[in-house]
């Protein structure tokens, strides 16, 4: 019955990281949303779910922009 008990979920809340991709092709990089991180209420660590797993590169975590502008912005 202990598991029935309710629990916060990650995807319940928005993340504190998001959890980019970047690879570099000669001297262009490129980030690619791969997930997100959230921290642990003990303050001693995160939980970092990926959508994908990258084999190359590297997974930077950024903390997400309030300013980002939504994809169909400025699109007629």
């Known amino acids: ?17 998001l959890a980019w991709h970047v690879t ?4 262009k990089f490129f980030w690619n949303k791969v997930g997100a991180a959230w921290a642990h209420k003990d303050g001693q660590g ?19 922009l309030d300013d980002t502008p939504s994809q169909n912005e400025g699109r007629s």
């Open 1 to 17: 019955m202990a598991r029935e008990k309710a629990k916060t979920t990650p995807a319940l809340n928005a993340p504190d990281f």
């Open 46 to 64: 995160y939980t970092l779910q990926l959508e994908t797993c990258p084999i190359n590169g590297r997974i930077v975590l950024r903390a997400p």
């Open 24 to 27: 570099q092709r000669g001297e």
